[in-house]
């Protein structure tokens, strides 16, 4: 591959994109996909959607919208490696042998399969088992595939993610320990300067809270749920904290430093709730206009996206479908005769 650093994301294709994900993962990843000492691989993860989700029509339309919201933001598919997971069958073959050198201990210890288990214990269940896939047990496995494929150096993820960044690593070490140096050692990016967004209640902007507002809402109701946005009870012209303020904290996400500090001082003069709600929802409705547009336009070409997911996957296939071939060969899956 080349000098560049390889930074590798996933996108699990089960819901449509928020404000929450825009300014903590979008964004920076858009932005990165423009700068060229990196190499970037971004792809909808669409085998682990069907862990959480048995909905066919929810996967396909999820996988639309996201590619869909990707490309409106001006991802640079030049330098940037968008894809589907679905196309790269190496992937799965990959997650297949990498099973096979993993501990069943290791999984044990997800959280994502723990949680599920104490779930069923605190609901008095029989079996703690109940419910649980092989698909959400396997999980780890399929992303370390993901992951493992391109040699990624850097993976940027939530925190909730890093366990699985360190069982890729995990799971790299002891194929290389077996059969030689093959993979790179990922490391979780986890960026502290970006925001976490809160939502409509006060709480982390989350589809399992139920407070997002969709990135791309037309703009009716759009203005509607920022009006709805829970705000304490202060009268207009007694100062209000911003550092606590929900419309603060999503203001300042998209905002200049300028911007930020003039809508500071509006607080301390006690701005109303009301105002404050207008002035985001104008703010934020001017910045996301033209991508919304061009989201909405793409949304009708469905094929414009489809055209542009396959190009990403015949470049995926030049990395993965030759460094597959050697993976095989390194545990013994080879030709018998040349
Ligand atoms: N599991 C990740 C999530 O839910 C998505 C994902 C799948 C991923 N494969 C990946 C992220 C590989 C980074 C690298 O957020």
Redo the contacts with the bound molecule.
Sequence with gaps: MSSKSIV?????TTGTPHLGNYVGAIRPAIEASRRHDVLPFY?L?DY?ALIKCQDPERVRQSTLEIAATWLALGLDTGNAVFYR?SDVPEITELAWILSCVTAKGLMNRAHAYKAAVQANEESGEADPDKGVTMGLFN?PI??AA??LMFN?HK????K??IQ??EMARDIAGRFNHLYGEHFVLPEAVISEDTATLAGLDGRKMSKSYDNTIPLFLPEKPFRKLIMKIKTDSLEPGVPKDPDTSTLFGIYKAFATPEETAAIRRRYEEGISWGEMKNILFEYLNEHLKAARERYYALLESPDKIEEALREGAVKAREYSAPFMKKIRASVGIRALAP
């Design positions: 590798l994301t996933g996108i699990t792809f993860a682990h997971q999980y399929l992303m993901d992951i990624a993976v940027p993820v939530g909730d993610q699985h960044i």
